[in-house]
């Protein structure tokens, strides 16, 4: 590999292990946008496009396609981005083994919330790392469970509070809280006004649900078949708040295990009951990323947190 000009060299992380021009473009995969990756690392967008030549000239092959939005992969990038994601991966679990040897946890972990769990977790999370591993720096993403545990599965996080249906999904991951799903609806309304309804009463009720294949969505489906209820879905909205602003509305009624923003004074909820639905907040973890001590002494600040909200 060619050697780094003087400036380079200024402009390189210390203890770099692998060439960090592969890290902006990884950056600029993530972004797709140059000027984005340039913000994100706080760098002229100039050297940004900089590393990106250096590297078409080292791989003989483009690595961008510029459209009107941005940057997109081509081809050849494509084929090798894994094994570059992997790459600087091992790279990280390496340095952050040699600093862990001097008995701190150090290095970056990216965890993911759901909506719900940002007031809760994100706040006295970060304090607690801060004040206990002042060498990890937490990267946290807000998403849909369904967009987090995508971002599992690409290793883009190392772990994610994220939702699961039933007891059957959660497998060996940490539970961390058990919700019950409520029919939630305008303020007001006489079919919330018991607190409590049984599930067959939302049988041809206007309903407000997530499109197919959302797990909400197939899980209802198999309950309206075990059950011979008719789901009137009347409008498909694939998030939380796009269903409570309908139905806060009177253009029907969602099913959720949360009112979104729960001092919404426009609207209502009745716990469903006979049967009574619960779903799982878990701590998931990526199947693609390594696991290191910065990540494992997160990952044990979540659990303890998570047993603190759920004894007050």
Same mark, same amino acid.
């Given at each position: ?66 459209? +009107?939005?941005?940057?997109? $992969? ?7 981005? &894994? /094994?570059?994601? #992997? !790459? *600087? =991966? ?113 049988? +041809?009720?206007?309903?407000? $649900? ?7 969505? &197939? /899980?209802?489906? #198999? !309950? *309206? =078949? ?87």
């Amino acid at each position: 590999m060619p050697e780094l000009r003087a400036d380079e060299v200024d402009a390189a992380p210390a203890g770099a292990v692998i060439d960090f021009r592969w890290r902006i473009f990884l950056r600029v995969v993530d972004a797709g946008s140059l000027s984005k990756a340039a913000a994100a690392l706080a760098m002229p967008q100039s050297m940004v496009s900089r590393a990106i030549s250096h590297l078409e000239r080292q791989c003989g092959e483009r690595l961008f396609v510029r459209t +009107g939005r941005g940057v997109v $992969l081509t081809e050849f990038a494509t084929q090798i981005l &894994a /094994r570059v994601t #992997r !790459l *600087a =991966a091992d790279a990280d679990l390496l340095m952050e083994d040699i600093r862990n040897a001097q008995g701190q946890p150090m290095g970056d972990v990216m965890i993911g919330l759901l909506p719900s769990a940002v007031a809760r977790y994100a706040g006295p999370l970060v304090s607690r790392v801060r004040a206990a591993m002042p060498g990890v720096r937490l990267h946290l993403v807000e998403g849909a469970s369904a967009q987090l545990e995508e971002h599992l599965r690409e290793g883009r996080l190392d772990m994610a509070v994220v939702l699961r249906e039933d007891a059957t999904s959660v497998g060996d991951e940490r539970i961390l809280a058990r919700v019950a799903l409520h029919l939630i609806g305008c303020r007001g309304s006489e079919t919330l006004a018991g607190g409590e309804l049984p599930l067959s009463a939302i049988s +041809g009720l206007p309903l407000i $649900l997530p499109a197919r294949p959302h797990l909400l969505r &197939a /899980r209802l489906d #198999r !309950l *309206a =078949a075990e059950h011979g209820l008719r789901l009137a879905v009347v409008i498909e909205a694939d998030s939380v708040q796009l269903q409570c602003e309908v139905a806060a509305t009177g253009g029907g009624f969602a099913i959720a295990s949360s009112i979104a923003g729960s001092a919404d004074i426009r609207l209502a909820s009745a716990r469903i009951v006979q049967p009574e639905l619960e779903r799982f907040v878990v701590l998931a973890e990526s199947p693609r990323r390594p696991h290191t001590r910065a990540t494992r002494e997160v990952h044990r600040l979540v659990c303890a947190l998570a047993d603190e909200l759920a004894s007050t």
